[in-house]
């Protein structure tokens, strides 16, 4: 009978980790300093479209970064290639991905996620559609 409490002591255990991990990656404030020059963005707006390609692609990626999936739309980046974590460019390639469209406060959150300033910098890029979007770029 032992056995039976240490087994749902150490899965406990595990749960607790796993949540405090995806705590800390996705929501935490601790582990990351915004940069004191981001891009500027327009207050104004109501809200802005980011270009994703990577694991931002998946909805529940998304929920735990912003509290929400969103609706991602399929979208083209012209003139860059995927390298991996990252895009580069690249005349007569294409990258294809998501768009999303998201408030400022979400925006925060995805520079948080992406680590903006240290990992990533945000660019805005022309889609093939002809719309700009916001889209996080490998340092």
Not at 20 to 38: C, D, M, R
Not at 41 to 63: C, M, Q
Not at 104 to 130: C, I, M, P, T
């Amino acid at each position: 009978m032992r056995w039976v409490y240490r087994t749902g002591l150490v899965v406990m255990i595990a749960i607790a980790i796993g949540f405090g991990y995806f705590w800390y990656t996705f929501q935490s404030p601790y582990g990351y300093e915004a940069p004191t020059n981001p891009p500027i963005v327009d207050r104004r707006l109501e809200h802005h479209t980011v270009f994703v390609y990577g694991t931002l692609r998946y909805a529940p990626i998304r929920w735990l970064v912003m509290g929400r999936a969103g609706t991602a739309t399929p979208a083209t980046l012209p003139g860059y290639v995927r390298d991996e974590l990252d895009i580069s460019p690249a005349p007569n390639k294409q990258v294809d991905g998501y768009t999303l469209s998201i408030t400022s406060d979400e925006l925060k959150q995805l520079d948080r996620y992406e680590h903006l300033g240290k990992r990533y910098r945000r660019v805005n890029v022309k889609l093939a559609s002809n719309q700009s979007a916001w889209v996080y770029q490998r340092l």
